[in-house]
């Protein structure tokens, strides 16, 4: 059985849209979001241009400060600061990645952690770890609001989520593990010797290494949960734009075990752009 991101983010938007509402109403002016994009990477204008166009379909005001792939750190973070120091500035994000000749941390870190919407600084990082998040990071906030509209209870499941990233695994990790989950979690990663043998005891798999089939039916067993968090294009020449998008998990065979899998796309992608909306609520909560 499928579930339906698609669905569950239109729920999901009711709620944002009322809030934005109020917010507006009381701040006197729309959320703000802005997104710092540095260079011309495909796959990240994409998913700006995704961003500010929900933006405009919710009320929250997108702003777009695009660079060149050449600068500097320094202007970078004279950006950052400038935002920081804007109170009409409620959320903050570097889109990442960015060119290697940028400190990824310390650009990061130059954010205030009340307008760090992407839940990425060190400063949210830890409140998420001790179990008091600011800024849930949106793709594992999408997770777990997924699990909670389809009544897909945590408590005592061993979990195993495959890929330690800062965006989705490790985050995945705190929330499950912590005491209003009380889930057994166990961390695969690229480095995770025999895979095997930790998925096919596993209760609900997620998967976030950004790589296709990373894991099959032959992996898991029955009535498995499976959340494909992959977006991966791959060539599929009887496609007229000449590729198919696919997940991380080899859909077709893990689709005749579990009792629930996420598609892609339609699964996950939906989601996250919503809990990125919902957390540039909270961040313009904080001027109420």
């Known amino acids: 059985m499928l579930i339906d991101g698609k669905e569950i983010s239109k729920l999901a938007y009711k709620d944002i849209v009322n809030e934005i509402k109020i917010i507006t109403k009381k701040i006197k002016r729309p959320p703000t979001l802005n997104i710092i994009l ?3 990477n495909p796959s990240s204008l994409t998913y700006v241009n995704n961003k500010l166009k929900k933006c405009e379909e919710i009320g929250i005001k997108g702003n777009l400060i695009k660079k060149p792939n050449n600068i500097g750190q320094k202007d970078v973070l004279s950006i950052i600061s400038e935002l920081n120091a804007d109170k009409r500035a409620d959320g903050i994000i570097l889109q990442l990645p960015i060119p290697n000749h940028l400190n990824e941390r310390i650009l990061i870190e130059s954010i205030n952690p009340l307008k760090d919407v992407d839940g990425l600084t060190a400063t949210n990082i830890g409140l998420l770890s001790i179990g008091n998040p600011r800024f849930i990071p949106a793709t594992a906030y999408g997770i777990m609001e997924i699990l909670k509209k389809e009544k897909i209870s945590s408590e005592g499941k061993n979990i195993v989520v495959i890929g330690r990233s800062n965006i989705v695994g490790k985050p995945m990790v705190a929330l499950l ?39 099959d039916g032959s992996m898991v067993k029955k009535g498995v949960i499976v959340i494909d968090v992959g977006i991966n294009r791959i060539e599929n020449k009887e496609n007229s734009k000449g590729f198919s998008i696919v997940g991380d998990v080899e859909f077709n065979s893990i689709s005749k075990k579990a009792s629930l899998i996420t598609p892609v796309p339609g699964g996950v992608g939906p989601m996250t752009i919503a809990m990125l909306m919902k957390n540039v609520c909270e961040a313009a909560k904080l001027n109420i």
């Open 38 to 40: 540095i260079g011309e």
């Open 177 to 215: 593990s912590g005491k209003s989950e009380n889930a057994t979690v166990t961390v695969c990663h690229s480095k995770t010797i025999n895979l095997e043998q930790h998925t096919v005891n596993a209760d609900i798999i997620i998967v976030a290494v950004g790589k296709p089939n990373v894991l």
